[in-house]
């Protein structure tokens, strides 16, 4: 095979020394940026990733106005530490819950990437659907395609360029505006980002601060860091490196359909003249939004976007040659011609993920409808009155179900305890709420044996069911025990 191609045989491809993995696609030699402008994509998979980012954004913008039993839907307030998941509330008492929620959604994505590579990245991921979805669309409406971007950078700064430059990055600060106020929402809700709105900045500066700040994140993302974001920064790029293997289905280049690549003439009979079916168009490049050549292997820049397959697809269909080309598939199956399975590495990594996810349900399910908590204050001792003995107790209560609670305190152990409240003998639990009081327990002298010992009490809904217990101490007068 010819080194022009700088392909040389072997089991594998491998591109003369490899010099692609030594660089960035999106930086010179220098250093200094390279600026990506990827033609617009067409095809069936862009179809479909179209739909799913649509989907995806609908969802983002509606979800903190939906509720679930008068519960966001999703809220995740670190300042209150109010955190609500499908509707559910969730407290800091509940945070063991949470990490192995994180925990087990970590699992979840490394089974994820084992099996299917960086899919997550060109399908789901914020960060490419805001990207390509949005701001890339109004790059392609205000300057055009990749040949007229090209053309409006290297032109001088004249009317022309300074006009559509001026619109496309106020367009772009607007949409940052529009996705930091929405992305406040899950952290606040959406009643307080209107109520912000309508007082005024000067009234909640740190609020308002905030958002300028996360405004500002946007806006340099975007207009500017963009891919980079991908390449450099994200870590679950370089996660992949380590999860994926030849049995990983990624989007991969038929080195051995496509080699030796040379120009398309035609009328020629290519396989007679030991000629590859990669026609050597670069329409796979230039459509690439990490500014890589997918004909070199697998690389960490690539986001499984597949804006490629589309390209090379549509020339295929043009010349005449069999799609899928370049296609979702194993290493193993473009080397080997082995079929994709489900190995042990991904069976070991499915069983770790239905136990923690198994276990995560249970600790849901019995999570309880409240938390009861009884302390002693501090300093505090007991008195003797009418020959009962009385300690006084801080009760705190955490309603954790989505609808208020009517609830009574009883004694469970000792037997003879009584309970003494300073209102009335029910108390109102709010949904999603913590209330505190000051409760009275009293038993005989009689029943008190020991200057301090252990008590439980209990709270029961109006149908007399336990809804939570707690154990304290009890302390009365010391006594002699013969």
């Known amino acids: 095979m010819s080194e022009d191609n700088n392909f040389k045989g072997g089991q594998g491809q491998v591109v003369e020394a490899e010099t692609f993995r030594d660089s960035v696609g999106t930086m010179e030699q220098s250093g200094k940026r390279k600026w990506v402008f990827p033609r617009k994509p067409q095809g069936r998979y862009t179809n479909y990733r179209t739909l799913v980012a649509y989907f995806l954004l609908a969802l983002f913008f509606a979800l903190p106005f939906i509720k679930i039993n008068g519960n966001p839907f999703l809220l995740l307030n670190i300042l209150d530490r109010k ?12 945070f063991f819950i949470l990490a192995l929620g994180a925990i087990t959604s970590i699992v979840f994505i490394i089974l994820f990437t084992v099996v299917f590579g960086r899919i997550f990245c060109g399908w789901v991921c914020p960060q490419t659907i805001f990207l390509e979805m949005i701001f890339r669309k109004i790059d392609y409406l205000v300057e055009g395609d990749r040949n007229k971007q090209m053309k409006l950078d290297r032109q001088e700064w004249n009317a022309e360029k300074i006009g559509k430059r001026a619109l496309k990055y106020f367009i772009f600060l607007i949409i940052s505006l529009i996705i930091t106020h929405w992305m406040y929402m899950y952290i606040v809700g959406y009643k307080e980002v209107f109520n912000i ?8 500066f740190s609020s308002f601060l905030v958002m300028i700040i996360f405004t500002a994140a946007f806006y340099f993302t975007f207009a500017w860091f963009r891919e980079q974001v991908c390449t450099l920064v994200c870590p679950y790029g370089r996660l992949q490196g380590v999860l994926i293997d030849k049995q990983t289905i990624n989007v991969y280049y038929d080195f051995k ?3 030796n690549r040379s120009k398309w003439r035609k009328g020629e009979d290519r396989s007679a003249e030991g000629k590859g079916d990669c026609i050597d168009c670069n329409q ?3 459509v690439c939004p990490t500014g890589i050549d997918i004909r070199d292997g697998q690389q960490l820049e690539c986001v499984n976007c597949t804006a490629c397959i589309d390209a090379c697809d549509e020339v295929m269909v ?22 994709f399975k489900f190995t042990n590495r991904m069976k070991a990594y499915t069983a770790v993920l239905l136990l923690m996810v198994g276990f995560l349900g249970f600790l849901l399910s019995n999570r309880g409808s409240l938390e009861a908590k009884f302390i002693k204050p501090a300093g505090s001792t007991f008195f003797v009155r009418d020959g009962n003995i009385t300690n006084i107790y801080n009760y705190t209560f955490l309603n954790k179900s989505t609808k208020d609670q009517m609830v009574t305190i009883k004694v469970i152990e000792p037997q003879h305890g009584k309970i003494t409240l300073s209102g009335e003998e029910k108390i109102l639990l709010k949904k999603d709420q913590i209330t505190k009081g000051t409760v009275n327990l009293s038993f005989p002298e009689n029943e008190i044996k020991l200057s301090k010992q252990k008590v439980k009490i209990g709270v029961y809904d109006p ?3 336990l809804l939570d217990s707690f154990e304290t101490s009890f302390e009365g007068p010391f006594k002699i025990q013969f």
Do not use: H
């Open 318 to 339: 043009k010349v005449g040659l069999p799609k899928g080309l370049i296609r979702y598939a194993t290493e193993d199956e473009i080397e080997k011609e082995v079929p």
């Open 463 to 465: 149908s007399g069911k």
């Open 284 to 286: 796979c490049v230039v």
């Open 197 to 204: 709105m309508q007082q005024g900045p000067f009234a909640n």
């Open 83 to 94: 955190f609500f998941i499908l509707g559910q509330p969730f407290f800091l008492q509940d």
């Open 257 to 259: 359909r496509g080699e």
